[in-house]
């Protein structure tokens, strides 16, 4: 079932995900929903909050990225990356590392705005997937950037916080926009 992407002004997106203590079967159902929710709009990343949900959960998928690379270790070995997704991370714990690098980024909860974004270019994974065993591992280049954007929706913090005071200022109107919409739907 797709599901309704909450926009940019709906209080959930500042909301700090709860840990998952057990994948019952509606955690699995959202599981599965979340993944349809973010094929259907064609996004690389998809968190609980984005669906209404204050949870530790993010679903990812960068294989319909061909122009922007990903490269993935598993177990300290490169492993291909097509072969690990979609990836289901409950309760990440994420360590960045690398130099910073900068691209663009989006986000399902602000349609029609990019920007450029800089963030420490891999990051190094602790989670429980979708049967709650433990996996880690140390993502590059699109994934990394994409783990690194879905952690920070779990704890409340969105793309706009980390982009250039110039940068969001010239964004200024737009947002502002979309945030009224936001309020003015939720108002009813
Ligand atoms: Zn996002």
Redesign the pocket.
Known sequence: MILPVVKYGHPMLRQKGAHIEKVTSAIKKLIEDMLETMYAAAGV?L?AQ?VGRALQLTVLDVCGVKDRPSTLEWNDGPVEVTAFMPLTLINPEIKPFGDPVTGPEG???FPEIYEEITRPSGVEVSALNERMERVKFKAGGLLARAIQ??TD?LNGI??IDRMPVVAKKALKEQLDGLQKATKEALAG
Do not use: T, Y
């Open positions: 990343g968190a984005q986000c399902l909860s954007h879905e929706h969105l793309f």
